[in-house]
Structure formats: structure tokens, C-alpha cells
């Protein structure tokens, strides 16, 4: 079982076609990949009351409750909700480095979703964000020249990026980590589970 995994998706972002109808809250809860389990659905998606019945469906299933940031003009209202943590798509742009200082700010974990893959520069990041080593992304690129510089910078999470059942794992991101020799951070202690009579 993973120590945690924070950054899953599932039927509640409607809007991305990688989510499979399969990937379920219940279904995440029945593999239990993890011992701390964090859904980020896609907060474009999770407007108004959408937002309430969402974070109910995770507080049911005793998961933490994150969102993940795509576009810099949906920070204000990320900043809006009780969060327990944001995961944010930083690309290379002043707006999107100040949109992150903001959010570390507010006290609630960053995590810098899949970095490589959308070009953050990691010089103009705050060192208070936690890195992400994404599953879904980090084989795409030169993993070591991109995050050996940093290593003393930031902390590091891994990552499943999870949109469908079969991608509830981490084994691309911790054996990059492994290479790396990083330790993860753990953002959170385990949730008691809900005894089943």
C-alpha cells in the first residue's frame, strides 16, 4: 500500500475525457491504494453546489479534499473553498508565480502539478511548494537534469494522477524518486476508516 496519493481524479471532473465512468469515489475506497488518499477533481468543474456535494462524497469516504488548479483565473475561487490542499498547473508566466505565492500564502499545501509537463520554471516557484513527481508525465522527459538541481529546495510528493482504475499506482514517480534518492513528504496522518457492521 502507497504511504499517500493526492492527486486522483474521478467522474466528478465532467469534463475531461481521460476520466473513465468506472472511476468512482467507491471504487477508489474498494482498491484502497493508499493510506492517505487525497481526490483533486478539476475545480472548473466543481462550481456552486457541485463543490458542496463533492466535498461531502469525500468526507463519506474519509478522503482528503483537494482541487486541482488548471487556469490561473480560477485561483480566486480555489481560495474561496476549505481545501485541505490545491494542486496548480504553474506554467511559465509571472501571473501563474504570483497566482502560487498567493496560495502558499493562504497557509493550505501547493503542490506543483506535473511541472515538467507544463513548463514551470522552478527558479521563480516559492520554496514552500511542494513539488509533485507525477506518474502520468515525469517518463516523458529528462527527469534528472530537470529536478537534481532543486533537490535541496523544495519537498517532493509522488503522484498517481489517477483517471481511471488502472492508473492507481505510483511506480513510474517513485522509482524516478528512488534515482533521485528522495524522501516524500507525507502532508497529512492517516484517517481512521469508517468501521463496516
Known sequence: MLPQDLH???VFSTGDSSVV??????????????????????????????FDSYAAALKEQGF???????????????LELP?????????DDQK??????RMVDSGTP??????????TNLSRIPPECIVEINNR???????????????????FIFSSDAHQPNWLNQNVAR????QLGIRETLLFGERKKKSVA
Open 21 to 50: 465512468p468506472e472511476q468512482t469515489l467507491e471504487l477508489i475506497a474498494a482498491v484502497g491504494h493508499a493510506e492517505i488518499t487525497g481526490i483533486s477533481d478539476h475545480i472548473e468543474y466543481l462550481s456552486g453546489s457541485i
Open 137 to 155: 508525465y515525469v517518463w516523458r522527459n529528462d527527469w534528472d537534469s530537470f529536478y537534481t538541481p532543486w533537490m535541496d529546495r523544495f519537498n
Open 96 to 101: 501563474c508565480y504570483k497566482a502560487a505565492q
Open 175 to 178: 522509482y524516478v524518486g528512488a
Open 83 to 91: 481545501l485541505e490542499y490545491r494542486v496548480f498547473h504553474c506554467y
Open 8 to 10: 486522483i481524479h474521478t
Open 64 to 78: 482528503r479534499l483537494g482541487a486541482e488548479i488548471v487556469n490561473k483565473n480560477d485561483v480566486d475561487y480555489a
Open 110 to 119: 501547493l503542490i506543483i502539478a506535473h511541472p515538467m509537463a507544463v513548463g
